[in-house]
């Protein structure tokens, strides 16, 4: 099949949306998007490339004092009847337009657009993000080639709407639990019920009162959740054991550790089991490419309350931000999309601080 | 194959209950066993024996004042490597020995031996009482044919270990619902947590002081309990449902309808929604055949706590109590057994009482 990322297409961030969003790319089927990327990159003199399963690399080496990433993930969620790209109006409809092939046209047309950024560049476009973090391309990438990730700054072109959202919350679940003893429920003064014990551990939730922390003028919400709750052995027996599980965000300025005696604390008397946990990342607002990019996009930045791959990156020592023209609450909808203007507002702005 | 009820293990009850064991009679697999006990009835000519399905009945019509029922059920749990019956010592190891063969061989051994009983006896010999309700002898039978069960009073052969336990508790199933709103647990104050609010229900059941009832002697405790808890819908979710399953236990003075009107006062505020509802039974102690059952056993009754098929006579209008040799504690345990001294002892007292 001939390579739809055509120069004509490349030269447009709205046309090369559109064409990414035709090559179907479901999380572990991104060979055909990334084989695409990487010939075009490659075709691209001041660039080195470099490929590492379905994650594909491209890098200036100009000796500029500061190095910055550019990152976009090439993966989908599961198609829902919103396949291929259809356009109505300044709006393009299609699974992936907001998260994040919207972003994703952002950095492969600098990329072949900006031979010389005033900042030497490492462009990453990487496979797997929205599935179980052992597939992700950047914490294969981090494991099996580190250097390929030194930098001084990174911006993720996960959706923001157009504005800086500074680093993320943390996020903790941890299974909270309950114990007691059998007993027949007609006999149940001879049982201790491990449900009705659990009654304490969502009093606690109820009056629990969250912090909100400002760091960098961005302020950072947190959230102590109970997400799932299962008890109970049989429509006739007291029940033994009750767990709840529980899910801490938590702003950046705590450590996964800092979190885990948060939660010991509130839950002081019941047992605890943490079954997932992602530390959380500062703004990183200071760095001076950091600094230049604010500057560029001209608005102040706000924080990102969810999740992102930006907490890799901090994890790794290097300051990391989120900067997309998609909608983050139409990720993962059927009717997912992306307006026009803000493709071509976020291109521009890109532009200006690269150029 | 021939039947193995002869006149000589018909003669001894001990004799009786180890053969009935060695009749294998999984519910719903009950009619080898009734085909042998059909025989040994339609032998005695004082009896008048109809069967319908699986169960058998057998009558005296000898035009006393009063009638009585003897029932015991035919079937058991599974096997559980405890088949055929063993003998050590004094007691009989098997399935089915305490729940309820050494029951069923009071009331078959008495069938044929006492030809002129002091009041009109009909024995019911019933298929499926330890599955779904919808497969019960007596459930089926009371449909079809419910002049058969015509009667004043009722003894059920179930385990009591030599003791009567009078009457019985209703039982009744609900569902205490608690919503919400869902949201992203990174966004959480967008939601309402449906986990978190059922903590006030889990409280009111904890601070739940349940009713002890005495009734003609018998002390009933009731009971209230949560026996299943389930919500949630993933890892970062604010969940928009909760639901906790209650049982409640209740003594035989409240209906149905006022066990479910306490219910809906203690969850003021909650929906509820029953699922499965039996009534009780009261001991019902003062009728007359009743009254001479208690002076020929010579012992105080006891409240039966756990529901049994006496609440199918009660809501007959038929006075029930439960009296049997076996154990309930090993009804459906893999060592389940029977004590001989328990099943002489027991045989005798129905003898002095019919005879």
């Known amino acids: 099949m001939a390579n739809p990322l055509t120069p004509d297409v490349m030269a447009d961030p709205v046309a090369l949306t559109r064409a990414l969003v035709d090559i179907e790319s479901v999380s572990l089927h991104e060979k055909e998007i990334a084989d695409c990327v990487e010939e075009v990159l490659r075709a691209a003199p001041h660039l080195s490339v470099?490929?590492?399963?379905?994650?594909?690399?491209?890098?200036?080496?100009?000796?500029?004092?500061?190095?910055?990433?550019?990152?976009?993930?090439?993966?989908?969620?599961?198609?829902?009847?919103?396949?291929?790209?259809?356009?109505?109006?300044?709006?393009?409809?299609?699974?992936?337009?907001?998260?994040m092939k919207a972003g994703v046209a952002f950095a492969l047309h600098l990329a072949v657009s900006v031979p010389e950024p005033r900042f030497d560049v490492t462009y990453f476009f990487y496979e797997a993000e929205e599935v179980d973090s052992r597939y992700n391309g950047l914490t294969l990438v981090a494991n099996a080639h580190p250097d390929w990730l030194t930098a001084d700054f990174a911006v993720l072109l996960e959706p923001t709407y157009g504005v800086v959202e500074a680093g993320c919350q943390g996020t903790m679940r941890a299974i909270v639990r309950t114990t007691g003893r059998r007993a027949h429920s007609a006999r149940s003064w001879r049982g201790i019920n491990a449900i009705h014990a659990a009654g304490e551990v969502l009093r606690r939730l109820q009056a629990y009162e969250p912090r909100t922390v400002s760091i960098d003028g961005c302020t950072y919400r947190e959230g102590l959740n109970a997400v799932r709750v299962r008890g109970g052995v049989a429509g006739n027996v007291v029940p033994d054991l009750c767990e709840i599980e529980v899910n801490y965000r938590f702003a950046p300025d705590r450590s996964e550790a800092e979190a885990l005696a948060h939660l010991r604390d509130v839950f002081g008397g019941f047992e605890i089991e943490v079954v997932d946990s992602s530390s959380g990342a500062l703004p990183g607002l200071s760095a001076p490419p950091a600094r230049e990019f604010l500057a560029a996009v001209g608005e102040a930045p706000v924080a990102k309350l969810g999740w992102t791959d930006v907490a890799r990156f901090a994890a790794?020592?290097?300051?990391?931000?989120?900067?997309?023209?998609?909608?983050?609450?139409?990720?993962?909808?059927?009717?997912?999309?992306?307006?026009?203007?803000?493709?071509?507002?976020?291109?521009?702005?890109?532009?200006?601080?690269?150029?």
Not at 69 to 91: C, K, R, S, Y
Not at 327 to 350: F, Q, S, W, Y
Request: hydrophobic share 35%.
């Open 50 to 99: 470099q490929r590492y399963g379905n994650t594909v690399m491209a890098r200036t080496d100009l000796g500029r004092a500061q190095r910055v990433v550019l990152a976009g993930h090439l993966d989908t969620v599961p198609l829902n009847d919103n396949f291929p790209a259809t356009l109505q109006g300044d709006l393009i409809y299609g699974c992936g337009t907001s998260d």
């Open 316 to 355: 790794l020592g290097i300051p990391a931000l989120n900067f997309g023209p998609g909608d983050p609450n139409l990720a993962h909808a059927p009717d997912e999309h992306v307006e026009i203007g803000k493709i071509r507002d976020g291109a521009a702005t890109l532009h200006r601080w690269l150029s």
